[in-house]
């Protein structure tokens, strides 16, 4: 049941989500030492797993015959462990008996992890695709979908989405789709034009309009004729500059520094953002104008979080550009799928390169969950709790909730919330420590584990 890993996304005329009532489930993402997707809906009650059900997925001597029951009752997941030899796990903590779940992330059985997912229609139609060394799930392939289908009818796209989230090759797969594929595609990186070049450089200039300037220059616009201008970080881009953009998306023209008459330009334009364009329009730090004429149709690119049947398919294949035969330790990607990343596949891809040094240095093929750095993948330091860096952070009752599931065990707990042992240390601190800190637990007290 592995799927076939194709090497280029088939275009879909239709979203991937599906009208009508979502149906919950699970969707298997890795087993042993390979990286899997079976979606399995909860559309008929329960799923038991064991080494009995599911084919290959569960091809694993680690399950128990019947390991686990899990089901969706009253908008929550119910997981009931049906006396394992090995234990279930879900979010990196034991079941013990039937527990209860309101937003669960991953459930681990012997070497095999599963995500829970509130809609398992997207995943049946779905699958894990590659292109151009691009690992492309069902929720991506989602976004690329509408990016396509926004090439085909107009000449404009917003993306907006994380750092590292993929703003550039979506861009690149809206160039491909559209009319405009055979021609150029210039790339520009708004927040990092100097302050009084911008103008020059995306517009060009004339021979003479400046000092040293001893010929007549292209800019990022002349260059992207017959193509697609990608404007990255477009929020970034110098207030004086703006209106001259809006003049080309609304009439096809520039005007290069020095020159007297317009030049016509034809090109498509996408611009990308990690900020919210509207916001930056409303605050005055963007013309709403511009805004008008760029912000629609916007895409969004959802995190790599939000992506987790990506995950165990990246870091194998960053494994494997180790020069090594390196494989992941399934703890390592039960680790992986619980931290938020807020630097997405680039911070996953760079903190398993490092990873993957420190096995090998260790003397070892299998990479575990120590070999990351404590800091990888982890939000923010909650100082800097703004953003969409942050946007999976647990809330405080969901952070209580764990502590007193785990006894308050700090580093279970933390592990389980995808946290650092030092953020839900200084957590449970603000709040005057145990009990106040996890308040309407059974019996009000509590054990704090030191290490």
Not at 22 to 28: A, F, N, T
């Amino acid at each position: 049941m592995k799927p076939q890993v194709h090497e280029t996304i088939e275009e879909q005329g239709e979203p991937l989500v599906p009208a009508g009532e979502p149906i919950p489930g699970l969707v298997g993402i890795f087993s042993c030492k390979s990286p899997q997707f079976v979606p399995l809906a909860l559309s008929r009650g329960p799923i038991e797993l064991g080494r009995t059900t599911h084919g290959a997925l569960l091809d694993d001597d680690r399950l128990s015959r019947l390991h686990v029951r899990v089901e969706h009752e009253h908008g929550r997941f119910v997981v009931t462990d049906l006396g394992s030899r090995n234990g279930t796990y879900v979010d990196g903590a034991r079941v013990q008996g039937t527990a209860t779940f309101d937003a669960p992330r991953v459930l681990r059985i012997g070497r095999t992890i599963l995500m829970f997912v509130a809609d398992a229609r997207p995943y049946q139609q779905g699958t894990v695709t590659t292109r151009n060394d691009m690992i492309v799930g069902p929720r991506l392939a989602d976004a690329l979908a509408r990016v396509a289908r926004s090439a085909t009818l107009g000449s404009m796209l917003l993306v907006t989405g994380e750092s590292g989230s993929g703003k550039e090759l979506a861009a690149r797969h809206f160039h491909g789709a559209s009319p405009r594929g055979a021609g150029p595609f210039v790339a520009v990186n708004c927040a990092t034009i100097p302050v009084g070049v911008a103008e020059r450089l995306l517009f060009g200039a004339r021979k003479g309009a400046y000092s040293g300037a001893t010929s007549d220059a292209e800019g990022y616009a002349q260059a992207a004729h017959g193509g697609t201008l990608f404007l990255d970080e477009i929020a970034e881009l110098e207030s004086g500059v703006q209106p001259k953009l809006l003049r080309l998306l609304e009439v096809g023209e520039i005007l290069p520094l020095g020159a007297s008459r317009p030049v016509k330009v034809d090109i498509h334009v996408v611009g990308a953002t990690l900020k919210s364009l509207r916001a930056e329009a409303a605050k005055g730090r963007f013309r709403e104008d511009l805004y008008y004429r760029i912000g629609n149709p916007e895409v969004r690119l959802p995190p790599l979080r939000e992506r987790l049947e990506e995950m165990p398919w990246l870091i194998r294949a960053t494994l494997q550009k180790s020069g090594a035969a390196l494989e992941p330790h399934p703890l390592l990607v039960e680790a992986c799928a619980l931290r938020a990343w807020p630097g997405n596949v680039r911070e996953l891809s760079h903190e398993l390169r490092q990873a993957a040094e420190n096995a090998l240095a260790a003397g070892r093929t299998v990479v575990e969950p120590n070999d990351l750095d404590a800091s990888a993948g982890l939000a923010l330091a909650e100082d800097n709790e703004s953003g969409p860096q942050n946007a999976s952070k647990p809330s405080d009752e969901r952070i209580a909730e764990v502590l007193r599931r785990e006894g308050g065990n700090v580093s279970a707990a933390a592990r389980a919330l995808g946290m650092h042992r030092t953020q839900l240390r200084r957590w449970i601190a603000r709040r005057g420590g145990y009990p106040q800190a996890v308040a309407g637990s059974a019996d009000g007290h509590m054990t704090i584990e030191t290490e």
